[in-house]
């Protein structure tokens, strides 16, 4: 590790707490305009930002739940989807299923993005006592080891990674523009 770097626990930088059980009354969501983010929500992003989501609760709806901020990582806890370790960072404000953790970091210690990114480096197998049953308790998570540079440093690899994600980016849409000229041009010469 570097000089100035050091090691801490997830827990000691970031408030680690679990979402909120899921409302079962389809009542609870007619003329929903508050995000409730589901796993499947994060599955469809897989690792990054998370904008939006399928389903919106009412103002009934709300009533007792936790509104998590803009920020908040996402981090699959229980079910299937643990395994598939899917990362994402809210931008927007929202409520949170319980089936994910939540993950906000202490900005006087760690940057969101640069949590967010070490976060995706982590493979929930490594973290679950029982392969069998793939759920991760909180605390657990709360364990999960994190090198800590200055701000300042983690600002800087923030945005050498944002580059570096973007520009794949716009590979793989380069890609496939040119797989679709490409089989626009030999569709012409068949006919």
């Not at 990054?48 to 009934?60: A, E, H, K, R």
């Not at 493979?123 to 800590?148: E, N, T």
């Not at 600002?155 to 797989?179: G, M, T, W």
Request: glycine letters at 8%.
């Amino acid at each position: 590790m570097k000089q100035g770097w050091e090691l801490k626990k997830l827990g000691e930088v970031a408030n680690v707490s679990s979402g909120n059980s899921a409302p079962q009354d389809k009542e609870l969501f007619k003329n929903g305009i508050y995000p409730f983010i589901r796993t499947s929500d994060a599955g469809q992003i897989k690792k990054g930002i998370i904008n939006s989501c399928v389903d919106y609760l009412n103002g009934t709806g709300i009533k007792g739940l936790k509104l998590y901020r803009k920020g908040t990582i996402l981090f699959p806890k229980s079910g299937a989807s643990t395994f598939l370790n899917h990362r994402v960072m809210m931008n927007i404000d929202g409520y949170v299923s319980s089936h994910l953790a939540t993950i906000k970091g202490n900005n006087l210690i760690v940057n969101d993005k640069f949590l967010l990114h070490y976060l995706i480096t982590v493979d929930a197998r490594d973290l679950m006592q029982d392969i069998a049953y793939p759920s991760l308790k909180v605390s657990d998570i709360g364990l999960i080891p994190i090198p800590i540079p200055p701000l300042s440093e983690q600002e800087r690899i923030v945005s050498i990674l944002d580059q570096a994600f973007s520009a794949i980016e716009q590979a793989k849409a380069n890609a496939e523009k040119n797989l679709k000229n490409a089989k626009e041009l030999f569709d012409s010469y068949l006919n």
